[in-house]
């Protein structure tokens, strides 16, 4: 009998092996700069064309290889990052498996040049299919570069399988700002066909993220930062102002590794409990350190989950980390240190804490870093609508460097060193009165405040800032068709997507003809021809008025449309809400018209209008 068993060929068995690895052109993106962290590398250069499909091309400034190098590491299981298996659990570097780039040599055409410092010249080598077409000694500089081409080439099946050049392209900018975040301090670059969509500098995580996630979030930034001996977290939630509908700009690093874990962004929304809606996501870009025996990644490229020893523990952490910030800097005046429904249900919590129990917790190495004092678990309640001096801190330290732009169009008068209520007091009641204006009393004096202006103010910049975070549209359940005088045409058509960004979808439909498909939630059903009539009229009006450009004079007509009236009536609860959604607003002290929204008095001041009377 003739034996049957044959080794498959390496390419073939590459190809397959490959399949795992590399799926789309984003996993080799996310391959080949893990690559270039790991050689060492302050500055890299991403360029793809035609979603990656085309090519992938990291250069990178790194370390390099020798020649012998740049041949080996195209062999299946060629790593320089393991020599044993020890390694293995306290691996710190991103990749090891040695399989990434022989995986993308099996399914592309790809070509290598790279050069180490101490070499005269550098390497270059071509290969395709897994098979060794050229290898040169060329000229380049110190570092690395790789290019890919014709990503899954020979494996029809495969790139067929791909999704649109949009889809694919978003996956790539995923990876690509997952790796940018966990770096700051590399400089990184990406080029998509001729344009560049990212040119971060090195820099800080703040600056990082902003460059990441766009402007808006320059003053929205509130610092996280609890170490302890065991685990460590640090990093920047924003401002509940932010929160989005969608799940976008959530980003945990454990050891500085990007990990998805539903369980921990629910530990970071629990914190923002009461501050944003049930539907709405806050942004958050936190870091996790902890010691690597304590976790286990799991260090499947493709995946990119994680399981700690005790994730409740982690969970309470994180979730206490950040309301400790959100208390520290007046984002959430009070706070309740109640577990959450969701711990509560908890084995650990809801059956019995026998002595073998108890003994096992004593000695595990959360348990014990948590008993240090003055740590986040530690925090005491409080009512009190802490630090003033603290929020303001932080306001004018991002306000040096926020964009001018941002604040375009605003007569901003600049905030000067002072708050409302200089000494840390907090708000004892808020009373309305005199039709449309809040007294805020405190100890010490007290604020009053235009309800109207102090909305159109929140709006105001709520608006801006839905370049990043869309406001939400209700679709209208039957859309509704209007006919437009042909200049109101040119001017929907010219406003359109600043609409679409602000909640009104409208469809062109042939000639003047539109139909609105949707349109924010507080716009009535029954009212959304009206509410795009009256947009349309006041944009006409304020036509003249060209200093400001078409998205700030629609922001400013809906911020007029939209703010509550001084007539409309408050619950002390709105009061409230509105009290700290100004506070928590770039300029709170001026409307987005430039009037002053609030005054304040103090005892002294009191005391002198009633001796001058
Ligand atoms: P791994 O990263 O798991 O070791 P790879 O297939 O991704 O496996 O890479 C194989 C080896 O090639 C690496 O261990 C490293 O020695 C070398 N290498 C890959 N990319 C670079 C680079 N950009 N600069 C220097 N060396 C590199
Ligand atoms: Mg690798």
């Known amino acids: ?135 040169e000694p060329c000229q380049c500089n110190v570092g690395t570069t790789i290019m890919v081409k014709n990503l899954f080439y020979n494996v029809p099946a495969r790139r067929n399988f791909l999704k649109s050049n949009a889809t694919e392209t978003r996956q790539i900018i995923d990876e690509f700002t997952r790796v940018a975040m966990a770096f700051p301090s590399i400089a990184f670059k990406l080029s ?6 990212f040119h971060l ?39 509940p102002d932010t929160a989005s509908k969608t799940r976008g700009n959530q980003y945990f690093f454990v050891n500085n590794r990007f990990i998805k874990s539903a369980y921990l962004n629910h530990a970071v929304s629990a914190a923002y409990k009461d501050l944003i809606d049930k539907d709405e996501f806050p942004a958050f870009v936190l870091f996790i350190d902890i010691d690597s025996h304590r976790v286990d990644i799991n260090v499947h490229p493709t995946k990119q989950e994680i399981k700690f020893e005790d994730d409740r523990i982690v969970y309470s952490f994180v979730s206490a980390a950040v309301r400790h910030s959100l208390n520290k800097y007046s984002i959430a005046p009070s706070i309740d240190f109640t577990l959450n429904p969701e711990i509560q249900s908890l084995d650990a919590i809801t059956k019995p804490f026998t002595p073998s129990l108890q003994e096992a917790t004593k000695k595990d190495f959360l348990f014990q870093s948590f008993t240090e004092k003055g740590k986040a678990h530690f925090l005491e309640k409080r009512n009190d609508i802490a630090n003033w001096k603290e929020l303001y801190k932080i306001q004018s330290e991002f306000k040096l460097n926020t964009d001018v732009d941002e604040q375009k169009g605003i007569q901003s008068e600049n905030n000067e060193n002072k708050l409302p209520i200089e000494n840390e007091q907090h708000i004892q009641k808020f009373i309305q009165i005199a039709g449309g204006y809040i007294l805020a009393t405190t100890l010490n004096g007290f604020l009053l405040i235009d309800q109207h202006l102090a909305h159109q103010r ?118 409230k809400s509105l009290y700290d959604k100004l506070f928590a607003c770039e300029n709170f002290k001026l409307s987005p018209f430039g009037k002053k929204i609030w005054i304040e008095m103090n005892a002294v001041q009191i005391a002198q209008q009633i001796q001058y009377v």
């Open 1 to 135: 009998m003739l034996d049957i068993i044959q080794l498959l060929p390496d390419n073939i068995a590459n190809q397959i092996a490959a399949g795992e690895v590399i799926q789309r052109p984003a996993s080799a993106v996310k391959e080949l700069l893990e690559n270039a962290i790991d050689a060492g590398a302050t500055q890299m250069h991403l360029i793809i064309k035609d979603a990656g499909k085309e090519l992938i091309q990291l250069s990178d400034n790194g370390k390099g290889m020798s020649a012998t190098d740049a041949r080996l590491c195209f062999e299946r299981h060629a790593t320089s990052k393991i020599k044993s298996i020890e390694d293995l659990f306290s691996i710190r570097t991103m990749g090891f498996r040695g399989e990434a780039l022989a995986s993308i040599a099996a399914v592309a055409q790809v070509e290598l040049k790279t050069k180490r410092a101490e070499d005269e010249v550098g390497t270059r080598v071509l290969i395709e299919n897994s098979i060794v077409k050229l290898q």
């Open 192 to 197: 998509n066909n001729t344009t560049t969509i």
């Open 201 to 239: 500098e090195a820099g800080k995580l703040k600056q990082r993220i902003v460059g990441l996630l766009g402007n808006s979030f320059q003053s929205k930034l509130v610092p996280v930062e609890e170490p302890t001996e065991v685990v460590s977290i640090k990093g920047f939630i924003a401002t």
């Open 458 to 575: 929140i709006l105001y910049e709520k608006m801006q800032n839905t370049k990043t975070t869309k406001w939400p549209i209700q679709k209208c359940l039957i859309p509704i068709t209007i006919e437009l005088s042909p200049s109101d045409a040119v001017l929907i058509n010219a406003i359109r997507e600043d609409l679409l960004d602000l909640g009104f979808e409208v469809e062109p439909f042939g000639n003047q003809t539109f139909i609105i498909q949707g349109v924010p939630s507080d716009v009535k059903t029954g009212q959304e021809k009206e509410s795009i009539d009256a947009i349309l009229e006041s944009l006409k009006h304020e036509q003249n008025d060209l200093k400001l450009d078409k998205r700030e004079k629609l922001i400013r007509t809906l911020v007029t449309q939209k703010a509550i009236l001084q007539s409309r009536k408050l619950s002390e609860m709105e009061m």
